[in-house]
């Protein structure tokens, strides 16, 4: 008499461990400002919703009225941390202008912002 012996194996397979880019807004629209007038602010807040952390790089077309600072964000982002970008209006003439915010990052994802506003 032959005896079998029956085994059963599980394989549990779980999602690895990753960063992930999430921005709290893909356009920001300064409608209508005063020619030479202050300053207008407005932010988007970039955060690390992965487990690893997340390397960022900002670069951005915008110019002609536009300033873009992230200081905090030229760096390592931790898991479930956050920076922001701050994107100021002071337009010099009147009339429509528009660019881009792009922000990359070491897992091989990217996110566009688009900014716009006019002069008026």
Do not use: W
Not at 16 to 23: G, P, R, Y
Not at 28 to 47: A, R
Not at 58 to 65: E, L, R, W
Not at 74 to 97: E, K, R, S, W
Request: net charge negative; hydrophobic share 40%; aromatic share 14%.
């Amino acid at each position: 008499m032959r005896k079998f012996l029956l085994s059963t194996f599980f394989l549990l397979m779980l999602p690895a461990a990753h960063a992930e880019l999430s921005v709290s807004t893909f356009s920001v629209n300064f409608y209508n400002v005063p020619v030479n007038g202050s300053y207008q602010t407005q932010s988007v807040f970039v955060q690390n919703t992965g487990a690893e952390v997340l390397n960022l790089e900002i670069t951005n077309s915008c110019y002609d009225g536009f300033q873009v600072s992230s200081f905090d964000c030229d760096m390592a982002l931790q898991p479930n941390g956050y920076c922001t970008i701050n994107v100021q209006f002071q337009p010099h003439h009147t009339g429509y202008v528009g660019c881009n915010i792009n922000i990359y990052d070491n897992a091989g994802d990217f996110d566009t912002v688009n900014v716009s506003g006019s002069g008026i």
